[in-house]
């Protein structure tokens, strides 16, 4: 078997690199290998020591290619979610082969003319997912190749990190030795692999409940339309531990570990454990109740702070409800106490494969199964964004009929009749307060466009 045969999901997160080995067949794939090791060279899931969390990189991979038998020189690497921009992208070209037969080469063209028209400043577009195609006026197409025409136009949300981010990414995995065969948004890939196609389309929220951030993405319509961030997770509630008891991190992440819940009614107050106290001879006994305290009081804030996010935008009550994913879901009662703050139409989602079933794991997996869900439209814009970082020289000059002009960058707003409609964002305000603004009506329905 060689790496031709598989696919490689890396997730870089705050505490822990993790790395999934997949065999893909069609539809279908298999777990052949898994990896991990202790992160590092992370802060809050950004990258801020390229050499140590190469590193990382290496002892996760080198333990997976062991596993798995086969040497891995490239991977399916996740980007986070946070702080990433939705811009609506539109491009249109001209069809110039003789037959006018449209080719891959221009839908190629067209995606480049889309990403063209999408800037803002220090960040750069990760991810494009065309909401539809026109040919010669003809709206509504999915995929025109082999369509004949003389005009094709596209539409489409364009997702936008921070260069930084990325270029750090890309060097450290440079670093360890490795090729990044391509950079998958994680709310895409998740929504993906554990969302049902109603659940896409109907409306659910994601929430990633991870070692340094918690991140919440709407997900209507099949395409990511909203992300907001809790810059606490699972390092903060080992911190409380820490500081309340006053025991050391290590052993604080220890006994959240052993002992730990996020519900205090689901622990008993006799049940106790001894703990190593700073300045203390003799160990102090603690029971598990007042250990659940503790984390969920951490646990109660983050949940607030996610819903008020929501809220803000009326995402609140999605018939998908919420999917929760990330090492922290596995907390025991965790479940109960999202379902607290957020309703009963709360789930954890979990890796089914076999030695897998754990949500730590879920990132890793979703980013190694990615190829799966992807036609053979997908994997072509995903090419033209891979090429673009990689300064790849188009095949041929572009002949345009329009350029979206600056003031047409829009974060998207969808409407029940499965149409997006825009609002134009005002220059001044920031952008958090451009993204509530736009999105607050992104339930509302709109029949502009169906007049």
Same mark, same amino acid.
């Given at each position: 078997?060689?790496?031709?045969?598989?696919?490689?999901?890396?997730?870089?997160?705050?505490?822990?690199?993790?790395?999934?080995?997949?065999?893909?067949?069609?539809?279908?794939?298999?777990?052949?290998?898994?990896?991990?090791?202790?992160?590092?060279?992370?802060?809050?899931?950004?990258?801020?020591?390229?050499?140590?969390?190469?590193?990382?990189?290496?002892?996760?991979?080198?333990?997976?290619?062991?596993?798995?038998?086969?040497?891995?020189?490239?991977?399916?690497?996740?980007?986070?979610?946070?702080?990433?921009?939705?811009?609506?992208?539109?491009?249109?070209?001209?069809?110039?082969?003789?037959?006018?037969?449209?080719?891959?080469?221009?839908?190629?063209?067209?995606?480049?003319?889309?990403?063209?028209?999408?800037?803002?400043?220090?960040?750069?577009?990760?991810?494009?997912?065309?909401?539809?195609?026109?040919?010669?006026?003809?709206?509504?197409?999915?995929?025109?190749?082999?369509?004949?025409?003389?005009?094709?136009?596209?539409?489409?949300?364009?997702?936008?990190?921070?260069?930084?981010?990325?270029?750090?990414?890309?060097?450290?995995?440079?670093?360890?030795?490795?090729?990044?065969?391509?950079?998958?948004?994680?709310?895409?890939?998740?929504?993906?692999?554990?969302?049902?196609?109603?659940?896409?389309?109907?409306?659910?929220?994601?929430?990633?409940?991870?070692?340094?951030?918690?991140?919440?993405?709407?997900?209507?319509?099949?395409?990511?339309?909203?992300?907001?961030?809790?810059?606490?997770?699972?390092?903060?509630?080992?911190?409380?531990?820490?500081?309340?008891?006053?025991?050391?991190?290590?052993?604080?992440?220890?006994?959240?570990?052993?002992?730990?819940?996020?519900?205090?009614?689901?622990?008993?107050?006799?049940?106790?454990?001894?703990?190593?106290?700073?300045?203390?001879?003799?160990?102090?006994?603690?029971?598990?109740?007042?250990?659940?305290?503790?984390?969920?009081?951490?646990?109660?804030?983050?949940?607030?702070?996610?819903?008020?996010?929501?809220?803000?935008?009326?995402?609140?009550?999605?018939?998908?409800?919420?999917?929760?994913?990330?090492?922290?879901?596995?907390?025991?009662?965790?479940?109960?106490?999202?379902?607290?703050?957020?309703?009963?139409?709360?789930?954890?989602?979990?890796?089914?494969?076999?030695?897998?079933?754990?949500?730590?794991?879920?990132?890793?997996?979703?980013?190694?199964?990615?190829?799966?869900?992807?036609?053979?439209?997908?994997? *072509? /814009?995903? #090419?033209?964004?891979?090429?673009? $970082?990689?300064? =790849? %020289?188009?095949?041929? +000059?572009?002949?345009?009929?329009? @350029?979206?002009?600056?003031?047409?960058? *829009? /974060?998207? #707003?969808?409407?029940?009749?499965? $149409?997006?409609? =825009? %609002?134009?964002?005002? +220059?001044?305000?920031?952008?958090? @307060?451009?993204?509530?603004?736009?999105?607050?009506?992104?339930?509302?329905?709109?029949?502009?466009?169906?007049?």
């Amino acid at each position: 078997m060689s790496q031709a045969d598989v696919t490689v999901g890396l997730d870089i997160g705050t505490t822990m690199v993790k790395v999934v080995v997949a065999q893909s067949e069609g539809r279908r794939f298999n777990v052949i290998a898994t990896g991990a090791a202790a992160s590092a060279g992370l802060r809050r899931g950004v990258i801020v020591d390229i050499n140590e969390t190469a590193k990382a990189i290496r002892q996760a991979v080198d333990q997976a290619a062991a596993k798995a038998n086969l040497p891995i020189e490239s991977v399916v690497a996740g980007l986070p979610s946070n702080q990433v921009e939705i811009q609506k992208a539109a491009g249109l070209v001209s069809i110039e082969n003789q037959n006018k037969r449209i080719t891959d080469q221009d839908v190629v063209n067209v995606t480049h003319q889309a990403l063209d028209a999408v800037s803002a400043a220090d960040k750069e577009v990760v991810e494009f997912l065309p909401t539809e195609f026109t040919v010669d006026g003809f709206d509504g197409i999915k995929d025109p190749t082999d369509m004949i025409g003389v005009r094709l136009e596209v539409t489409g949300l364009a997702y936008l990190a921070d260069t930084k981010v990325v270029d750090s990414l890309a060097v450290a995995i440079e670093k360890a030795g490795l090729r990044a065969e391509a950079f998958v948004l994680s709310s895409i890939a998740l929504s993906q692999a554990f969302l049902s196609d109603g659940e896409r389309d109907f409306g659910t929220v994601l929430i990633d409940l991870a070692g340094g951030q918690s991140t919440a993405a709407v997900i209507h319509d099949g395409k990511v339309k909203y992300t907001t961030v809790d810059y606490e997770g699972g390092s903060q509630v080992t911190k409380d531990i820490s500081t309340v008891l006053g025991i050391a991190t290590q052993d604080a992440e220890s006994i959240k570990r052993k002992y730990g819940s996020a519900d205090p009614y689901q622990a008993s107050p006799d049940q106790e454990f001894l703990v190593n106290v700073v300045g203390l001879t003799d160990k102090k006994a603690v029971d598990e109740r007042y250990l659940a305290e503790i984390m969920g009081a951490r646990y109660d804030q983050i949940f607030d702070r996610l819903y008020s996010q929501l809220e803000s935008i009326g995402a609140t009550d999605l018939p998908g409800g919420y999917l929760l994913t990330g090492g922290n879901a596995a907390t025991p009662a965790l479940l109960t106490k999202a379902q607290e703050h957020l309703g009963e139409n709360v789930s954890v989602a979990s890796p089914n494969q076999i030695g897998l079933r754990h949500p730590a794991y879920a990132r890793a997996l979703a980013y190694a199964s990615y190829p799966v869900f992807q036609n053979d439209l997908s994997r *072509l /814009i995903k #090419a033209v964004l891979m090429g673009q $970082r990689t300064g =790849a %020289e188009r095949q041929q +000059e572009v002949t345009t009929y329009h @350029q979206v002009d600056r003031q047409d960058q *829009l /974060i998207e #707003a969808p409407t029940d009749a499965e $149409r997006e409609t =825009a %609002e134009v964002l005002p +220059e001044k305000p920031g952008f958090f @307060q451009r993204m509530k603004q736009s999105i607050h009506s992104l339930f509302a329905e709109t029949d502009d466009e169906d007049e």
